[in-house]
């Protein structure tokens, strides 16, 4: 597959083994520390819409039912 009908999925995953081929122990520490350096970026391109939504709903609700517990 060439580069230009890549999606950016892909690419992304296409660079991330080569990097882990290239950098095992640098692949571990990112593993390690994922959670404190990723973004929302990283959340809802790993997800999709119908994934963001789902938690999108799911954070509404919770505030809700913590608006009508607490008033």
Same mark, same amino acid.
């Given at each position: 597959? #060439?580069?230009?009908?890549? #999606?950016?999925?892909?690419?992304?995953?296409?660079l991330?083994?080569?990097?882990?081929?290239?950098?095992?122990? @640098?692949?571990?520490?990112?593993?390690?520390?994922? #959670?404190?350096? #990723?973004?929302?970026?990283?959340?809802? @391109?790993?997800? @999709?819409?119908? @994934?963001?939504?789902?938690i999108?709903?799911?954070?509404?609700?919770?505030?809700?039912?913590?608006?009508?517990?607490?008033?």
């Open positions: 597959m #060439s580069n230009e009908k890549e #999606s950016p999925e892909e690419r992304r995953e296409r991330r083994q080569e990097e882990r081929k290239n950098n095992p122990g @640098g692949n571990f520490h990112d593993g390690l520390n994922r #959670s404190e350096h #990723s973004n929302l970026a990283d959340l809802v @391109g790993g997800l @999709g819409w119908k @994934g963001t939504g789902i999108l709903l799911i954070i509404i609700i919770a505030l809700a039912v913590l608006w009508i517990f607490f008033s």
